[in-house]
C-alpha cells in the first residue's frame, strides 16, 4: 500500500500529523472524511503521482495523528484549525501553493482550507459534501430524519462516545472487500481507540458550533471561492470513490432536493456566493437507512 511513499510525522503546531508523501509535480492535498483516515486514498493516490506530489494526511483526531485537547466550545477541531494544520503541513513540506481534494468531512476542511487561505490553493475539490452552514440552514424534519447522527454525534447531554465504542465494528459496519486488506486494518486499528472516537465526535460538536458561525459569517460577507465552472460529482464518481465496501454509510449518494415550501430559499448553484457546491441538483437531504459523513 502506497509504493514508493514516505510515511512520518510532521509537527504542525497545535497537533501532529501522520502524512504519506510521494511523487513529483503540482502538489495535492487529499482529504479524508469519517471515519476513515488516509489509508482511504490508497488506490487514487498512486495514480496522482505520475504527474503529481500527493500529500495524504491523517486530520488531526482522526488515525494516527495526534488528539488536541478540546474545549467547551469544540474549537480546536473546528475545521479552521484543521485548515490550519493543512496550511502547516504543505508549508513543512516545502509546498506554498497546492491543490487540495476533500471528501465527506475532509471536504469541510478542504473548502476552509480555500475559504482561509485562497492565496495557498490553486484548486479545490469538494467530493460528496454541502457546506455545513447550508445544510445547517436548509434543515427540516426530513434532513434531522435522514441525517440525524450529526445531532447525536454533536451532542454532550448523552455522549456518543460510549455507543459507538460499545461495538465499533457493529457501528460502523466497514468490511477490507472493497477497502483492501492495510486500509481496513487501519480504519479498524483508529474506530477501537477511545480517543479517536472523541476526537471524531469532536469534529462533528464542531461542525454544529463554530463551524456553522464561520460559514455564516463568510455568507454575509460575500467571502467565496473563485472558481471556474463546477462539475457535480457523477454516480460514476462516486463508485470510484476509494475504499468503500457497501452502499454509503459515510456520504450517501442519489439525495433528493429538499421540499421547498413558503419562503424557503433557493437552492443555490455549485460554488454560489460563499461556499463549494452547496447542493446543486442532489440537495443535502440523505435517503431514508443511510448514514451520511
Do not use: N
Amino acid at each position: 500500500m502506497f509504493d514508493g511513499f514516505t510515511l512520518e510525522r510532521v509537527d504542525v503546531g497545535e497537533a501532529v500529523l501522520r502524512v504519506r508523501h510521494g511523487g513529483t509535480g503540482p502538489a495535492v492535498l487529499l482529504l479524508h472524511g469519517h471515519p476513515r483516515t488516509h489509508a482511504t486514498w490508497h488506490r487514487v493516490a498512486p495514480l496522482l503521482t505520475r504527474s503529481h506530489t500527493v500529500v495524504c494526511p491523517d486530520l488531526r483526531g482522526y488515525g494516527e495523528s495526534s488528539k488536541p485537547p478540546t474545549t467547551p466550545g469544540h474549537e480546536p477541531y473546528a475545521k479552521r484549525a484543521m485548515a490550519a494544520d493543512c496550511l502547516a503541513l504543505m508549508g513543512a513540506l516545502g509546498h506554498r501553493r497546492f491543490a487540495v481534494v476533500g471528501h465527506d468531512r475532509g471536504a469541510y476542511v478542504a473548502l476552509r482550507t480555500a475559504l482561509d487561505h485562497p492565496e495557498a490553493v490553486t484548486a479545490l475539490a469538494v467530493l460528496d459534501a454541502v457546506p455545513i452552514g447550508e445544510a445547517l440552514a436548509r434543515c427540516d424534519a426530513r434532513f434531522a430524519a435522514s441525517w440525524w447522527h450529526w445531532f447525536f454525534y454533536g451532542q454532550t447531554a448523552k455522549r456518543a462516545e460510549r455507543v459507538i465504542s460499545a461495538d465499533p465494528e457493529g457501528w460502523y459496519a466497514f468490511g477490507p472487500e472493497a477497502m483492501g486488506e492495510e486500509a481496513y486494518a487501519d480504519y479498524r486499528r483508529a474506530i477501537h481507540d477511545p480517543a479517536t472516537v472523541h476526537a471524531m465526535m469532536e469534529d462533528y460538536r464542531a461542525g454544529l458550533g463554530p463551524d456553522r458561525r464561520h460559514d455564516d459569517e463568510d455568507r454575509r460577507a460575500g467571502r467565496g471561492v473563485s472558481r471556474s465552472p463546477a462539475r457535480p460529482a457523477t454516480e460514476a464518481a462516486r463508485r470510484s470513490s476509494p475504499g468503500r465496501s457497501r452502499p454509503r454509510r459515510d456520504r450517501p449518494a442519489g439525495r433528493p432536493p429538499p421540499p421547498r415550501g413558503p419562503g424557503r430559499p433557493r437552492p443555490a448553484g455549485p460554488l454560489e456566493r460563499a461556499h463549494a457546491g452547496p447542493a446543486g441538483p442532489s440537495g443535502p437531504v440523505a435517503p431514508e437507512g443511510r448514514r451520511p459523513g
